[in-house]
């Protein structure tokens, strides 16, 4: 009888510095990418307004969308395993103030792509939110086994964007951002799964 050889990712895996390493040069990468978009651009970047009442749409959505995925990952085989692979390979080295890091870097940095710069040149209605969010869903993909998270990204970037044209405000989805981060990635770390 042949032996079954598990479903391992394709990608090695990397050591805590490593992460820690990619997550920070990923961050200045879309950052600058954003500064020299806004730099050729006609089009200004989505303001950022500090409200409590933004702030509390932020959480509001954080968590609506902290459930959300929750809910998903438990009926949803394909993304369940999907996500699994994806989150071994980036949080298991992690530490629990690395955790932080997770939250802050892409979450401020992917928002002011995507939602700040990429949403207004392409147009804040539902086409230009359904653009820049597979754009946001794509640079999730690990490999191309990868489609159910690259999916579910892009509907969460969907969510965002929609409260970027709705508010008007880049807060409330830079809030969102880092809180689904944070506790996704401490629900996860925190689990048997590790």
Same mark, same amino acid.
């Given at each position: 009888?042949?032996?079954?050889?598990?479903?391992?990712?394709?990608?090695?895996?990397?050591?805590?510095?490593?992460?820690?390493?990619?997550?920070?040069?990923?961050?200045?990468?879309?950052?600058?990418?954003?500064?020299?978009? +806004?730099? !050729?651009?006609? %089009?200004? *970047?989505? =303001?950022?307004? @500090?409200? /409590?009442?933004?702030?509390?749409?932020?959480?509001?959505?954080?968590?609506?969308?902290?459930?959300?995925?929750?809910?998903?990952?438990?009926?949803?085989?394909?993304?369940?395993?999907?996500?699994?692979?994806?989150?071994?390979?980036?949080?298991?080295?992690?530490?629990?103030?690395?955790?932080?890091?997770?939250?802050?870097?892409?979450?401020?940095?992917?928002?002011?792509?995507?939602?700040?710069?990429?949403?207004?040149?392409?147009? +804040?209605? !539902?086409?230009? %939110?359904? *653009?820049? =969010?597979?754009? @946001?869903? /794509?640079?999730?993909?690990?490999?191309?086994?990868?489609?159910?998270?690259?999916?579910?990204?892009?509907?969460?970037?969907?969510?965002?964007?929609?409260?970027?044209?709705?508010?008007?405000?880049?807060?409330?989805?830079?809030?969102?951002?880092?809180?689904?981060?944070?506790?996704?990635?401490?629900?996860?770390?925190?689990?048997?799964?590790?």
């Amino acid at each position: 009888m042949a032996e079954q050889i598990p479903d391992t990712p394709e990608m090695q895996p990397l050591t805590r510095i490593q992460i820690l390493i990619a997550m920070g040069v990923t961050a200045v990468v879309l950052l600058v990418v954003s500064k020299v978009w +806004l730099h !050729f651009s006609a %089009v200004p *970047l989505l =303001s950022v307004r @500090f409200s /409590v009442q933004s702030l509390l749409q932020g959480i509001g959505l954080g968590v609506g969308i902290s459930i959300a995925s929750s809910i998903v990952y438990r009926i949803w085989g394909e993304y369940r395993r999907s996500a699994d692979q994806y989150l071994t390979l980036v949080l298991k080295p992690l530490l629990f103030p690395d955790i932080l890091w997770l939250g802050l870097l892409p979450g401020l940095s992917e928002e002011l792509l995507f939602r700040g710069v990429m949403l207004p040149e392409f147009g +804040l209605d !539902f086409f230009g %939110v359904l *653009l820049s =969010s597979l754009c @946001f869903g /794509v640079l999730h993909m690990s490999n191309l086994k990868q489609w159910s998270y690259v999916v579910w990204a892009s509907i969460v970037g969907v969510a965002l964007g929609m409260s970027a044209v709705w508010t008007g405000n880049l807060l409330v989805p830079i809030v969102a951002h880092v809180l689904t981060n944070l506790t996704s990635g401490m629900i996860w770390k925190f689990s048997d799964r590790t």
